[in-house]
């Protein structure tokens, strides 16, 4: 994990997931990789390859931008050097939640994600009915110079005793977000700008 700047970056997450059920840190990725996969995922949607994002799963899959409006793509292993490096630092941070929270991560599934402005992704939950693989979700955010009127929050919707108080973290560049699939309810706020990121899952094997 050479590549954290930080190196108690992982162990904060790890008590942040264990002791609240969610981890946000202001200075994940290094800048370089911010800019480099910006600029990849700004390339890969010149080049018409971001498609309309779906909801649902298999057959029940239906694109319905009243839900959300973002478009993306899947990444794979060996694409690009720069997809890579984000790889393996997400692989890094699957096994340190391993070692800390005995999650068993066995693998991770990510896409780039780009909002154009307006777009937003309404209230939801990232397990699916019939695939409980989800166990973490991991978004990296990776806007350039995001200021406070641009929007485009992602809107966490946490338990506060039997109530629920809705938190608002601005996209910003480098940054990262985790929380438990299965139990925290959130959403995309439109945003006024484009609003890219790498939005990711860490799974369990199928039970
Ligand atoms: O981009 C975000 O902040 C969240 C995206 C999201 O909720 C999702 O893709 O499931
Ligand atoms: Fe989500």
Redesign the pocket.
Known sequence: MSALADPTLLSRIVDDLAQQGWSRQAAFLPDDLTRQLAEECRQRAQQGALTPAAVGRGGSQQVREGVRGDRIQWLEAGQTAVCDRYLALMDGLRQALNEGLYLGLADFESHF?CYPPGAF?QR?V?RFRDDDRRVV?A?VYLNDEWQAGDGGA?RLHLADGAAERALDIP?LGGSL?LFLSAELP?E?LPASRERL?L?GWFRRRAL
């Open positions: 994600a992704y939801h990232d979700s978004l992602l996209p977000v959130h995309v990121s939005a």
